[in-house]
């Protein structure tokens, strides 16, 4: 806990240095935007609904694993050390694949990282079943699903920064950071149940396997297109008057396909 601590305390230099290279100002439509309107804006979203979806499983996955994997490996019989080096390997291994991940954004729509990678949830599951309960076996599961582990936040923010923008971005986002809550306060309390039930994970295992199959599927309709604002009243009018001023009609700001933007 001390070295948690003290790592902790270690990264706080690093806020001002993140924060001082960020720069711009909002445009006159941001400015105009409240908070409250911006997040009734985005539920009425079926893309922004279907992030949350995704990112429920990926809590519903990950606290499920981490409470119930040491269970998991007691009841096959194999020792503690077993299921502590799994746990270790799962967090290296999500190092090098949030990294990872961060590229495949930059290259690739985001919606299909992230359905690739809860796909690869599914089958590393469904292969886990099949497999006989080795040591090896064991950290090899770790290190695939470790790949996957978080690797899902640097696409599910890109999408909502796409969709949104970065003005409202970290309540947006925190917002599907709720949704991955729920999803992990169920995984870990449907995993309890499970056991005193059935007496081992074998439903909780598929229930995990099918939703991160369905994460995949939900993924792929979203849309990576900015959201259609209306434009505020205010901002409205003085264009109106700046037009009669000037005898010259606007030119709308391009909200299409170009540089930075998606087409679906």
Not at 98 to 108: E, T
Not at 163 to 190: C, M, V
Request: glycine residues 10%.
């Amino acid at each position: 806990m001390w070295v948690m601590a003290i790592t902790a305390l270690a990264t706080l230099p690093l806020i001002g240095k993140l924060t001082r290279a960020m720069s711009g100002t909002p445009t006159p439509a941001d400015n105009d935007t409240r908070l409250g309107s911006a997040v009734w804006e985005a539920m009425k979203s079926p893309s922004y609904l279907l992030l949350h979806a995704g990112f429920f499983t990926c809590g519903f996955h990950i606290a499920f694993l981490v409470t119930h994997l040491p269970g998991e490996v007691n009841l096959c019989g194999l020792p503690a050390s077993v299921a502590s080096w799994s746990l270790a390997i799962i967090g290296l291994a999500n190092v090098f694949g949030s990294l990872y991940a961060g590229s495949c954004v930059v290259r690739y729509r985001s919606k299909y990282v992230l359905a690739v990678m809860y796909g690869s949830c599914s089958l590393l599951i469904a292969w886990y079943l099949l497999a006989p309960r080795t040591q090896w076996n064991y950290y090899l599961f770790a290190a695939g699903l470790g790949f996957t582990w978080l690797a899902t936040v640097p696409p599910t923010a890109a999408i909502v920064g796409k969709l949104f923008g970065t003005r409202f971005l970290a309540t947006l986002f925190g917002l599907t950071l709720l949704s991955h809550q729920i999803g992990g306060f169920l995984g870990a309390w449907l995993g309890g149940i499970a056991i005193t039930q059935f007496g081992d994970l074998t439903w909780m295992w598929y229930a995990d396997m099918a939703l991160a199959a369905l994460a995949a599927l939900v993924n792929l309709p979203i849309k990576e297109v900015p959201i259609a604002r209306l434009e505020p009243r205010a901002t409205r009018s003085t264009v109106i008057a700046d037009a009669a001023t000037t005898g010259s009609i606007p030119r709308e700001e391009h909200t299409g396909a170009g540089v930075g933007c998606y087409r679906d």
